[in-house]
């Protein structure tokens, strides 16, 4: 009896000696963990939740105590686990970092933002105080007369609108003949600064900060005698009478406008008034105004199966999809003779939605017509590059459309902008324009065309808001046209002074085609693209 005991204990020994040395190689999934949600007391706007890049900016109040945000609710992938407890109260003046844990850590970033606007001004200052919020010192400057014994501060604000309190009242004071004046600013109880307030006299009366000349305007700035009439005059060279500009924008001692409907590579005398004193005169000529290569869209090459929006032998402008379609016998763009109303032209494009199969496996693909070329295939994802070289600054993109609206029957990636995008919601159009200074050292492209888009990776999609964009604008197509339409998109400025690099134009029947959403009955026609300056 003992030897079978015996022997029954080595066998169950065995038996887990040979259990444990078996491999567990049974790859655990890969989920994604995403902070889908999160609200906040004392917040500006909703939070901008970023999933490519796993991150989460938070807009704050100016009001709202930054170093101690109410964070009341989080919503994480379900069966995510963080190692940061919610709800909780954090202080963000650095950002918090939350791992989400599951079967493996993703470390996400949330960052809070917040814009306190400082104001002040004096009766009769000269151009736009200066405000150091850092060191708690605001300037102002006020002209060689002034009665520096009789001041007038007309508003003042250094701390958060309506709990922000001040000893003494700033509108109290009013002698600052050879003397600054120091007030204390106090909010959220334990917040307090000493702000200095400086009037300095400035020999000036009227002067010009700033004149940028575009092909047909120029735009102007000047700082002069706030309360006083201010303005700007102009004319052509060598004629004699001087053209008062209707439309500035005045502000304090700031005065601005834009000066329009001129002509091109023509030069211009300018000057800049406060009451009866004026600047010197100015000159300036103005650009030559660019032509968009192509944009009646009536150059085609057909070759190698497939369309492309540019004449035999000329250099490529223009590109499209079809490049990665025609893999799958598939022609996303081409010409139609379906022209706009009252065109000279005998073509206009065409671009159809389709999905695109090679051996069984399909990706959705947006008909589309862009600046820039097609960089090839990864596997079944797009490398597309935008962008042409352009210095151009027209304020305006004019052309024809027609659009036929599908429902979205395509949906291959939910747009992080629109979380609730499902199956049968209405497709959209989409036609753009940007101008920037890109570099291909930072966007992936190249000299030609700086800015790399992979179709795989949300975080390169191009955004029309980014810091590189100088002027932009586009139109939204959210139902059907009734046949053509003919559109004027208006573009909006960063800066007038900043000269751009490249130009991109994009349109297509699909706007979140980058995500392989779409539908294949949308299908958009343009014609007749053209610059407006």
């Known amino acids: 009896m003992r030897r079978v005991l015996r022997y029954l204990f080595a066998a169950v020994v065995a038996v887990m000696a040979a259990v444990g040395c078996i491999k567990n190689d049974i790859p655990y999934p890969i989920i994604q963990l995403d902070i889908l949600a999160l609200e906040a007391d004392g917040l500006a706007s909703q939070p901008v939740i970023d999933a490519s890049k796993r991150t989460v900016e938070l807009e704050l109040l100016e009001t709202t105590d930054i170093r101690k945000l109410n964070v009341t609710n989080v919503e994480f992938t379900e069966g995510a686990k963080s190692d940061v407890v919610f709800p909780a109260v954090f202080d963000m003046r650095q950002p918090l970092y939350v791992t989400l844990s599951l079967y493996q850590d993703y470390e996400w970033k949330i960052c809070a933002n917040q ?63 050879e003397t600054v004046r120091h007030v204390e600013v106090r909010y959220h109880e334990d917040i307090v600064q000493d702000w200095t307030i400086r009037i300095v006299p400035k020999d000036l009366e009227i002067e010009f900060t700033q004149i940028d000349a575009w092909a047909k305007r120029v735009w102007v700035y000047a700082i002069g005698r706030s309360g006083s009439d201010m303005g700007f005059k102009y004319r052509a060279a060598g004629s004699e009478e ?32 406060s009451g009866e004193n004026t600047t010197e005169v100015a000159t300036v000529t103005t650009e030559d105004v660019a032509v968009l290569i192509n944009g009646g869209l009536e150059d085609w090459l057909f070759t190698s199966g497939t369309y492309y929006p540019y004449a035999e032998g000329a250099a490529p402008y223009w590109a499209t999809g079809n490049d990665g379609a025609k893999i799958a016998n598939a022609i996303l763009t081409e010409p139609t003779s ?142 059907s046209t009734d046949g053509w339409m003919e559109f004027t998109i208006p573009m909006e400025y960063v800066s007038t002074s900043r000269i751009p690099t490249h130009l991109i134009i994009v349109c297509t029947g699909s706007r979140f085609g980058d995500y392989f959403t779409g539908s294949t009955a949308s299908h958009m026609v343009v014609d007749d693209l053209s610059f407006v300056f």
């Open 115 to 177: 814009d306190i606007t400082y104001s002040f001004a004096v009766e009769g200052q000269i151009g736009e105080s200066e405000i150091d919020a850092n060191n708690h010192i605001v300037t102002a400057y006020v002209p060689m007369d002034a009665d520096l014994h009789n001041v007038k501060i007309s508003s003042a604000k250094f701390g958060p609108k309506d709990i922000t309190s001040y000893s003494p009242d700033p509108l109290s004071l009013t002698d600052f003949f």
């Open 242 to 273: 001087w053209i008062t500009l209707d439309d500035v924008k005045i502000e304090d001692g700031n005065v601005s406008g834009c000066i329009s409907g001129l002509e091109p590579l023509t030069t211009y005398e300018i000057m800049a008034y």
């Open 338 to 479: 379906d022209i706009r109303p009252g065109s000279s032209g005998l073509y206009a494009a065409s671009l159809q939605s389709k999905r695109a199969s090679v051996m069984g496996i399909g990706k959705f693909a947006a008909g589309n017509i862009f600046l820039g070329r097609f960089g090839g295939l990864k596997g079944v994802n797009g490398l597309v590059f935008f962008g042409r070289p352009s210095t151009a600054r027209p304020v305006a993109l004019h052309g024809w459309v027609k659009y036929e609206q599908g429902m979205i029957d395509e949906l291959g990636t939910v747009p992080t902008s629109r979380p609730d995008m499902k199956m049968g919601d209405p497709d959209e159009g989409q036609i753009f324009i940007a101008v920037g200074d890109w570099t291909a050292e930072e966007y992936g492209g190249d000299a030609d065309s700086p800015v790399s888009v992979d179709t795989s990776d949300e975080s390169t999609f191009f955004n029309l808001k980014g810091k590189n964009v100088i002027g932009a604008g586009e139109l939204i197509l959210d139902k």
